[in-house]
């Protein structure tokens, strides 16, 4: 697989042309990896806390978790302790990514834990919403939301990557690509995955023996919202602590205004 769409944010990197780097390769091809994003350390200490917390994980209950594909299911996050730090929870970088593709006034619409749980297959090709499927207007539209993913562990053939059809996003295609994907990037923890909510990708099976956790935030624009599945019913897909968003500034407590703050 090509690996043209990766920019780098190791440390000394001149960030400013890295997020435009990132911002160009997001407009053609609607993904790009966001390698060396956030330290390691940061990422393992967020792991073992929500390992902690969900001890379960694996196990999904369909009347408090999203999980509408086979073997897969995203269990709602409290905004608190290490996933509360803005170096995980949003990065700078992505925050002027964001910026520039959504407008200042994006709004963050979901935090949660994506799970890929042992011996999930692949999904079906599939896109996480669009505006104007019918008309075929969006491959003309700028972007309405974007997808920021962090793995938990490494995602490989063994525990599974994310696979994209690049520039599918403005292919005005309202099927299912029936072509093979043409990037399946290996992300490891301390790395991440921003995309157009537009471009067709699917899910790689769980070869492994662990489940594949990824924390999944949605930013969009101020006027869109990812409607809840009505599976769903009791899913609450943002919470935020009530001690984070008071300590928060205006901006921050602006960019989280649809959190149950609890």
């Excluded at 917390?53 to 302790?81: C, E, N, W």
């Excluded at 403005?170 to 290996?186: I, K, M, Q, V």
């Excluded at 537009?198 to 930013?219: C, D, E, K, M, Q």
């Excluded at 901006?251 to 989280?256: C, D, I, K, P, T």
Aim: negative net charge.
């Amino acid at each position: 697989m090509s690996s043209d769409n990766r920019v780098s944010f190791a440390p000394g990197t001149d960030r400013a042309t890295a997020v435009a780097e990132a911002i160009a390769i997001l407009r053609r091809d609607g993904v790009v990896v966001l390698d060396d994003l956030i330290d390691p350390a940061l990422v393992a200490a967020c792991s073992a806390e929500i390992a902690a917390r969900h001890p379960d994980m694996a196990q999904p209950d369909r009347s408090k978790y999203f999980g509408p594909y086979v073997g897969r299911h995203t269990i709602p996050l409290l905004v608190d302790g290490t996933l509360a730090d803005p170096a995980i929870l949003l990065p700078k970088s992505v925050a002027h990514i964001a910026t520039e593709l959504l407008d200042e006034a994006f709004k963050v619409d979901s935090v949660g834990l994506l799970v890929a749980v042992p011996g999930a297959p692949d999904q079906t090709a599939h896109r996480d919403a669009w505006l104007y499927p019918r008309e075929g207007l969006d491959r003309l539209l700028p972007p309405f939301a974007l997808a920021f993913a962090v793995p938990l562990v490494t995602m490989d053939e063994t525990s599974g990557r994310t696979a994209f059809w690049r520039a599918s996003h403005r292919s005005g295609a309202t099927e299912p690509p029936t072509t093979p994907h043409d990037l399946a990037p290996t992300v490891h923890p301390g790395s991440a995955i921003l995309w157009d909510y537009r471009i067709y990708h699917t899910g790689l099976a769980n070869h492994g023996t662990a489940p594949r956790p990824v924390i999944f935030s949605a930013l969009s624009r101020e006027w869109w919202v990812e409607i809840d599945p009505p599976e769903a019913k009791d899913y609450r897909k943002l919470n935020v602590a009530r001690t984070v968003f008071e300590g928060w500034k205006p901006r921050w407590q602006a960019r989280f205004s649809r959190a149950d703050v609890m």
